[in-house]
């Protein structure tokens, strides 16, 4: 017993307390778990950073709205920068002030903080530079002569035009304050870049709950809105008045944020739909829903972005040199025939059974033959070499447009040329400047709202009136002496008298009836010509005098001037009848060629060649437009397809967003990673996830690229984007939208962004488990 009592004392004895282990330490988040709870002062800022823009029109549009005239406007027009910047400046520098105290309150490192004190320092930057623009405004608007200098409504520089934001570059220049203008510009812009970037970012501290509401209000508004304008609201302006455009602009823009709105609510469905596809889509969509960094993030958007930008640029470019190529085509069209017939060199006789054999041919709708030759036209003011082309005044509206490009006169007056001496005097000096008779469309080339009175066009205008004066003078005086004379005597005709030996007329009209002339609209300008001018017509090709070859002049009276929209043929082009250019030329009954017009004008090379084979004359070429300006229709195809090369590029630089988005997000992923491949994923699968990601960013750009360059197109070309028709020739900018080259634009991009995947994959699928595992 006494043996075992210590062992039985040993065993009561409890056994020795042991010490519990230290707990593990948590690790600090990458991300404070704090956030800014944002109170009043900068809930209110960020509200009033988007609504003061709104708030500080309305007095702008208030003031332009005044029925008042310029001169008694501009008391209040002084007082507009006051009204516009000072209350709404104000109200920002208070709440950026309440901000800025607030902020030290909340603890460093709390996520949020610095976003806010962002918004407030460039919230008060802004603030403070609007403040200095006021008295600095208020100046330049109260000078004597701002109104003079070109300031009105719309002169500001929210949104004035560069004519306007001049002027006020002059008239603070003038007063010694433009140093201190720039310096207040410089320092408003700054701020509101600042600001306007942190308000966005700041947009992620609002809670989840409140942003769901904000966006539920927004699309029953939107969706609202869209519904309305698509059934009370035009798509194309209704009339040509300056702010026709308005309504339009509206429904299209109502219309492309209704888009965007839909697209952003689809697309987590259509997620949701490709997840069930295969285990490859599934991890790609977990992957672009998780949440990353910010930087990432940051990153992912400004590659989707890029490729949008970019495709949206390649699209609108090729929309407009395909409007260009278009209008060009359309004037070829109708200022040349479809298939032409003539010889290399020369003319050619016996083209009556020619001619009949040509409109004889399927798919030929009318025929009409032609000659010219160069000639040099000169008026009482000036010279100017051009072509003279005889025509079939009958025939010639089936095969071109000349009748419909007529500005002004009358085609029929080339086969009655008598009527010309019968003109009023009204109809006889419409001119250039004259406005156009009913029903005809005209390029206006008179002064604009931005020409402000320029010097050259008051001289013109002055000279061109003078010139009239003068020309109507001497023509009721030639009629008085015309009435004084004696029974039976014929008056002189000083231009018949200039005319060189053997010029008698050739085409049997009377002594007092001269051939009619149609000029081209530069032409006339050139010559300074009115419908009724009296010009001579002077070619080289005359007959053998004593001194050698004399060239022969023949006096012509203007018919008519027309414009074609295509510079060189306006500015030496010249029509008169068949017959006096034969007579003149002195061709006999020769030809240049035969123009004809056919029902299909892309089918013209088939109609050419059945027309070949009906004509059966070696000495004769039957062409196409397509082959006559052949070479013109080659450079434009080349032209484009550098222009879609060199913009290509943008794309390809916008794919190396895509490598780093992806090359980050693998370093980011690389526990995940590593965990599938110890699932037994393989190289394969990890490289396929990837680029299903990078296929997504590409898809989602070239969409989105796409329907911004169809939004940009579709408004350029309905509601017309102004160009100088003095320096470009044409009055708006041409688009053409070809479907085939959107969707050529689209497969491109997504090619490049999945290309550009392919570094990224492989760098993933490269991680091994172990060591992705061991460095998280």
Known sequence: MSEEAPEESAAADPAPALSPLPEPKRRRPLVAE??????????????????????????????????????????????????????????????????????????????????????????????????????????????????LSGLGGGALPVGGTPEQLESIRMVASSQGTLPLLIAALIVTNVGALVEQTAAISAWFLISQRIRRGFWLVTDVLVGAAFVAVLLLLPWTPLSDAPDAWQLPAIKLAVTTLASVRILARVLPFGLDGMET????????????????SGFVTAIGFLSIGAVSISSCVLTSTLSVMGGFRNDLKQKILGNHAHVVVDQEHGEFEGWAPTLDAVRATDGVVAASPYVQGEVMITSATNLAGAVIRGIDPATIGDVTELRRNLRHGQLDYLEHPERLNELRASEMRRGLLAPPEPGRIEMDHGPTENDRGSLFDEVERTLDEVDREQVERERIEADIDEFLLPEGALPERPSQETAAPGDAPEDGLGPDVLPGLIVGQELARTLRLHVGDEVNVVSPLGELGPSGPMPKSRPSRVAGI??????????????????????????????TGIEAKVWDAEAAMGVAAAMERAIARDDLRVRAWQEVNKNLFGALRLEKLVMFIMLGIAILVASF??????????????????????????????????????????????????????????ATEHFGVNLNPEVYYIDRLPVHVDPAEFALTGVATVIVCLLATIYPAILGSRLQPMEALRDT
């Open 657 to 714: 967003c895509i490598v780093a988005t992806l090359t980050l997000l693998v370093q980011e992923k690389r526990k995940e990673v590593g965990i599938l491949k110890a699932m037994g994923a393989t190289a394969e699968q990890i490289v396929a996830i990837f680029m299903a990601q990078g296929l997504m960013i590409g898809v989602l750009g070239a969409a989105t690229g796409l329907g911004l360059g169809y939004v940009a197109t579709f």
């Open 562 to 591: 027309f414009y074609s929209g295509m510079y060189e043929f306006d500015v030496k082009m010249a029509y008169t009848t068949l017959e006096a250019a034969q007579g003149f030329l002195s061709v006999g009954d020769a030809i």
């Open 34 to 147: 704090r956030e800014l709870r944002i109170g009043w002062p900068g809930a209110a800022l960020g509200v009033w950073v988007v609504l003061h823009y709104v708030l500080a029109m309305a007095p702008y549009l208030w003031v332009v709205a005044q029925p008042s005239a310029p001169m008694e406007a501009q008391p209040l027009f002084a007082w507009l920068p006051a009204l516009m910047f000072a209350p709404s400046s104000t109200i920002t520098l208070l709440l950026a002030l309440a901000v800025l105290i607030r902020l030290p309150r909340v603890a460093p490192g709390t996520r949020g903080r610095a976003r806010m004190l962002f918004l407030a320092v460039g919230a008060t930057l802004r603030a403070l530079g609007a403040i200095a623009l006021v008295p600095l405004l208020m100046k330049v608007f109260s000078e004597p002569n701002a109104f």
């Open 277 to 292: 596809v295969g285990i490859r889509l599934l991890v790609a969509a977990r992957m672009m829903r998780a949440k990353k």
